[in-house]
């Protein structure tokens, strides 16, 4: 008798349970649904669609035939790409520095021995963030203005009598991925100064205190303790930087849309006239494609090859 | 040598005199050059704002220097230039960010609260699209906002950048959640609370610093951005804020006064929302979400 009531109370809480758990996952599926639509609609199908028109010849709305691996062919051979890889190379080195050297602003504020100065630096270094990106964008094209009494760095070489050095600094093919390189000047002001900070705020002070007791200079402290302490937050910038250097075009197409005659052409803006001003939509997506899977490996090759200097480290203290 | 004793952070230098003169000259010499940077900072902005008080004639004749007297007409100018598009602006960004808030917050509150299944799944799945280059999913958005008839619309940019944004609020969130402490939540179960009223009077009013972080992360992308409004609008009186810039750019080619006026105007809603959140309580959290 007690068996079996016991029984039926073990199975009506069995059943009570697995009752409980079907809410459960009905509630969760109810909460999750408007984000998993969204995705679905705006993010799943758009990529898979995307992916599969790489094999086709494609205007963007009539199927026109099957190519197989043509528009992947067809770029590997586009003198165009070539240029824009090439362009990009440069943009890349470039880029990368500026995004890795406010780590040395950051190690210049955060040596300030005052907390109110700090705060005062970190604040102000910040504030230009304000400033939407294509404002910024825009104030550097009048900086560069071609006009010798309008143009700012024009103006400036004429009031120090650099008459002959004035020039259209985004029409001149030889200089133009330089003046674009140098928008921004001096490059501090973002995220990556935010993230650097953050990080070396995070070591601990016994680390600093001790490495101050073994009379260890500025500069053997930043090499030795500050960037292998932040090495996390110094990869987790160079990998964003990169996935954002690929698929850049917004930039380059509105200081210069690649010109002058390509000089500073970059994939993403030949994604964007194939796609959009060409009615090349197979084409477009293949490049699309292929940045993906360059961001991907590139990626993976980082995480690789990065996480290890705590390791490394720890060995050269060893020996 | 010297260099050792100034950049020592804590250091109380209880040293000799002229070792406390040098540190004095290394302190100094370090504000310097962080004084220097500051202004190179600053100076593009510098020189928008100048000019954005000056006539043509003034800036021909006075050209780093303030002129008197201050066009402050040229502000009038560009404002009934650019009015409309703020307006626009606006809207698709309350509504992008009024949308991942909502969607997001209550994914978040799933993956992190709730155990149901194929939950990493699920999350992986969301996790993923983070890898995905917006420039890929360039392409397909617009045939998609072509078929729903959406082109011209500012609901084909409010969508979207929805989906958009919220890869990344599912994630920033989902960690907030789960570190929230059990027992609130297990105190509620015990008196019947549903998970919507968990989520709704506990998880919601905890969660308000990170909530305004990634209102303001997607806030700025949204206003900011530029090539999906090109792609997607057509009639000026739709024009976002960038758009409206840009044609504002175009057509005055020798009003640089009312232009740089435009761009200041265009900065001072993004100013206005970020010093408020550093005024109010998400100052200190905005800097340790990147950590």
């Known amino acids: ?319 | 040598m010297t260099g050792q004793t100034v950049d020592r952070p804590f250091t109380s230098s209880p040293d000799a005199a002229p070792v406390e003169l040098s540190a004095r000259f290394q302190s100094a010499l370090h504000h310097a050059l962080l004084v220097f940077l500051l202004l190179l900072t600053f100076f593009p902005f510098f020189i928008a704002i100048l000019t954005s008080l000056k006539s043509f004639q003034q800036l021909l004749v006075n050209f780093w220097l303030p002129a008197f007297p201050l066009q402050l007409h040229n502000y009038v100018m560009a404002w009934n230039e650019i009015y409309r598009s703020i307006i626009n602006s606006s809207l698709v960004s309350l509504g992008a960010v009024t949308g991942v808030l909502l969607c997001a917050s209550l994914a978040a509150y799933a993956f992190a609260r709730i155990d149901f299944a194929w939950r990493d799944g699920a999350y992986y799945l969301v996790l993923s699209l983070l890898m995905i280059p917006g420039v890929l999913t360039l392409i397909g958005r617009y045939l998609l906002i072509v078929q729903f008839g959406l082109m011209n619309s500012l609901w084909g940019l409010i969508l979207p950048y929805i989906a958009g944004g919220l890869a990344f609020a599912v994630f920033l969130l989902t960690g907030f959640f789960s570190d929230l402490p059990e027992e609130l939540f297990e105190a509620a179960r015990m008196d019947g609370g549903t998970e919507l009223q968990m989520y709704r009077l506990i998880a919601l009013p905890l969660s308000r610093p990170i909530m305004a972080i990634v209102g303001l992360l997607t806030f700025l992308s949204t206003w900011g951005d530029y090539v999906w409004p090109l792609l997607v609008l057509r009639s000026p009186e739709k024009f976002t804020l960038m758009l409206g810039l840009a044609k504002f750019t175009g057509n005055s080619q020798v009003m640089f006064g009312p232009l740089m006026a435009g761009y200041v105007i265009a900065s001072i809603p993004t100013a206005i929302i970020i010093v408020l959140m550093m005024r109010t309580f998400a100052g200190a959290a905005l800097v340790g979400a990147f950590k």
Request: with cysteine; charged share 15%.
């Open chain 1, 1 to 319: 008798m007690s068996v079996q009531t016991a029984d039926a109370g073990l199975d009506s809480k069995l059943w009570s349970g697995r009752r409980r758990a079907l809410r459960r996952n009905l509630t969760a599926f109810l909460f999750l649904l408007p984000t998993f639509l969204f995705l679905a609609i705006f993010m799943y199908q758009p990529t898979f669609n995307v992916i599969y028109h790489t094999f086709f010849r494609w205007d963007g709305f009539t199927l026109e035939r099957f190519v197989g691996f043509k528009n992947y062919i067809t770029m590997v051979n586009d003198p165009n790409m070539h240029i824009a890889t090439r362009n990009l190379g440069w943009f890349f080195l470039g880029w990368m520095l500026q995004r890795i050297s406010p780590f040395l602003v950051a190690e210049l504020v955060f040596n300030l021995k005052r907390e109110r100065s700090k705060y005062w630096y970190r604040t102000l270094f910040v504030l230009p963030m304000v400033v939407p990106f294509l404002v910024t964008i825009m104030i550097w094209k009048f900086i560069y203005n071609p006009l010798p009494t309008i143009g700012v760095l024009n103006r400036m070489l004429g009031s120090f009598g650099l008459e002959e050095w004035q020039t259209a600094w985004l029409s001149e093919p030889s200089l133009v991925i330089l003046a674009l390189l140098f928008v921004g000047f001096p490059w501090i002001s973002g995220w990556p100064f935010m993230i650097f900070y953050a990080g070396l705020q995070q070591i601990p002070s016994e680390v600093l205190d001790a490495s101050v007791m073994d009379g260890c200079n500025v500069w053997q402290r930043m090499v030795r303790i500050d960037i292998p302490l932040v090495i996390t937050s110094i990869q987790l910038v160079a990998i964003q930087t990169m996935i954002g250097i690929i698929q850049e075009f917004a930039f380059v197409l509105i200081m210069t849309a690649g010109g002058p005659a390509k000089a500073s052409l970059v994939p993403g803006l030949l994604l964007f006239m194939a796609a959009f001003r060409g009615d090349q939509m197979g084409y477009g997506a293949t490049i699309g494609v292929t940045m993906f899977i360059a961001i991907f490996i590139l990626t993976l090759l980082s995480f690789r090859y990065t996480t290890s200097p705590f390791a490394r480290t720890r060995r050269t203290r060893e020996t």
